[in-house]
């Protein structure tokens, strides 16, 4: 092993060993071999204590919310709004009210991108985007453009993968709406500068819509501070249920938005005449909301929150400076994606194998990896790709895991070059 | 440095590396385009048919894909040269059956011959598309779908 390959044994900030414990499936075998599970970009894994509260919740909690006026209901309701008092704190947000449940962020970008378009979108405006952005920040506001006859830019990427921010400002004018882009992207892990992003779009007076679907699970977050108008998450990126997710909006916005979803609880009144509207953030969240995911959701927050979220973001950094240093060791392996602040997920291509048979020899040994283009195809045609094998890290991964990993790589090479 | 697959046998690497019919044939009498948008394989077969007899007499490929898309292609172009279009069809519902796992070539009657090669796709139900292509692209091309197929 080379000498740049020893920097995190001993790590003192997480104790990944008693960390793993935590997380029932990591002790589980694939096709015979231990699961090396490395696909956190596109879900994760739950850790024992979300498992038993979600349980114990459906087994001696579980009541509607907002309905009824008896003590399930009651109950249910006070956990269901703690947690989103935790999602706020979670992320930085002034009032819990701000947060507005979805089933994720795919649903979070459409209900933005429908609601605020249908407010304040007109001919001729212009939306920006980039060209590194999840097909869940593409094709909603593509959908918007053409039906508001609006267009649509993409701020482009340098060969590293990270946003060219003069080009940015040359973009931006007095034309521009919104602006959506990702905090992390998920095709290659760059790390955007969403503060500055949000600051150059609010001087021409744009909104912004950062989809925090990566960054949640991996950072501190402060959506004040970085100033943006909406910020979007996925539970089942961040340790919890899959179904529940949501956005941050700043109120005095939500309060101008006209709702996406109607129907029942998102109403002051209705006659059938004329219904009003509730307030937000109950206007947009018509139905019976995924209650038990909502609960799960708030016990994954509490252990992140345990955990401490500079020591998830110091740990994970550190797997990708190892991680990086093996694969540059690699003949034959390119890493797509090279910002300067990245998070820890590795998109790579293996010159000797397409990425598909690359993740099912992976499978062989245990390994689970993405194949693909990470619902990112704009961005695999800006690298000239037609898809890349992703290995994407959590705090609960450990350094030997990432050996193994380079040595499967290793071994499908020679075996795909015999 | 090997893996308990019955995957990538060594015909499958094989052709892979060396795909046989890999190039255009100019006046084809038939042709059709075929995408897998999931994995990006991307494939074109041509075909030039004799018109009385239904005799496939020559068949070829060209395109890019991962080392089961190549490989399927390329078997299929061999196994098929010089026979009918009937048996082309027929062929493709067997393969097709056979990697869903629907059939087993060790037990039901089929005349799959080496193209059995690609029977342990069906432990693999995110790769059977990979295997498939070349087929649904085969019988885009007889039906004449100048549009193209595409398997989602
Ligand atoms: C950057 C990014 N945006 C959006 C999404 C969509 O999230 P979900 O599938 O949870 O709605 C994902 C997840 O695949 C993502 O990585």
Known sequence: MSESNTVVTGNPVIDVDKIRQDFPILSTTVRGKPLIYLDNGATTHKPLRVIERVRKFDAEEYGTVRRGAYKLCEHSTQLYEGVRKKVADFLGAEKQGEIVFTSGTTQAINLVAYSFGKRFIEKDDEIIISNIEHHANTVPWQIVCEERGAKLKVIPVNDDGELVMEEYEKLLSNKTRMVAVNHVSNALGTINPVKEITEKAHAVGARVLIDGAQSTPHMKLDVQEIGCDFYTFSGHKMYAPSGIGGVYGKMDLWEELPPYVTGGDMIMQVTLEKTTYAKPPARFEAGTPPITQVIGLGEAIDYLNEIGMDNIAAYENSLLEYGTSLFNDIDGVRIIGNAKNKAALISFYVEAAHPHDVVTLLDQDGISCRGGHHCAQPTMIRFGVPATTRASMAFYNKTEELDALAESIKKCIRFFSA | ?152
């Open chain 2, 1 to 152: 440095m090997s893996y308990d697959n019955e995957l990538y046998q060594q015909v499958i690497l094989d052709h892979n590396r060396k795909p046989r019919n890999f190039r255009e044939i100019k006046d084809a009498t038939h042709s059709c385009h075929g995408v897998n948008p999931l994995c990006g394989d991307d494939i074109t077969v041509y075909l030039d048919v004799d018109d009385g007899e239904g005799v496939i007499n020559d068949l070829s490929f060209q395109g890019s894909g991962c080392a089961i898309s190549k490989a399927s292609t390329s078997l299929m172009t061999t196994f098929l040269k010089g026979k009918k279009i009937d048996l082309a069809r027929k062929t493709k519902e067997e393969f097709h059956k056979m990697i869903l796992g629907e059939l087993d070539p060790e037990i039901d009657e089929h005349s799959l011959g080496k193209l059995t090669l690609f029977m342990g796709i069906r432990e693999y139900p995110s790769r059977t598309k990979c295997a498939s292509l070349a087929w649904h692209t085969l019988i885009g091309a007889l039906d004449k779908k100048h549009e193209g197929v595409s398997t989602e």
